[in-house]
């Protein structure tokens, strides 16, 4: 390879031991890659404590999960070396990484934070006693769920982010987006 001398592709959670053993032992490989979807709800929690929050811009993100349902085609989600399948993390563990933040302003930065709406109300009611001012990147389809939306509101949801594709865009025969106005359907 010409800029590395080694790539893991994809997902490298359950690789990460085997690429460090490969380093020690003078055996690193061109290529790595997890031919299984990493299953989140074993993932390790960050150790916070370990980053120089001055080197960065934010240290309060946090991920609840992996993946989209929806794949459109613009997005890295519909790549071939991603896993077609949504997980979410262990709530437990998501709860656990909140405590150990440092402020109660958090921001969950994962592609699509209602990608199981059933799981997301779920940990929506677990940490509204926690009192965060929290963010989140949702579908747009967010719209079909307004009892979710109060309950956001109402733990403490200061803003969301989402984007829907305009009919009118010229890209549209290029950039196919798979949330359709039925998805959106309110
Ligand atoms: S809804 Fe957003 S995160 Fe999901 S596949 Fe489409 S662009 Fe990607």
Request: proline content about 5%; aromatic content about 10%.
């Amino acid at each position: 390879m010409k800029f590395a001398d080694s790539v893991c592709i994809g997902e490298a959670e359950e690789l990460w031991e085997t690429i460090l053993e490969d380093v020690a032992n003078d055996q690193l490989k061109e290529r790595y890659f997890n031919s299984k979807p990493t299953d989140m709800s074993k993932a390790p929690m960050p150790n916070w404590r370990l980053l120089v929050s001055s080197n960065y811009l934010y240290t309060n993100t946090v991920l609840t999960s992996r993946g989209c349902p929806f794949k459109c085609d613009f997005c890295y989600n519909s790549c071939e070396y991603v896993h077609k399948v949504f997980r979410n993390k262990s709530m437990d563990n998501v709860i656990k990484e909140i405590q150990e933040l440092p402020t109660r302003q958090v921001m969950f930065i994962e592609d699509n934070f209602i990608g199981n709406v059933p799981w997301t109300k779920e940990f929506i009611s677990r940490i509204r006693p926690m009192g965060l001012k929290w963010h989140a990147a949702v579908s747009v389809n967010l719209v079909n769920y307004p009892d979710l939306i109060e309950e956001m509101r109402d733990s403490g949801c200061q803003s969301l982010l989402a984007s829907r594709r305009s009919t009118k865009n010229p890209f549209k025969a290029f950039i196919r987006h798979r949330i359709t106005l039925k998805d959106t359907k309110n």
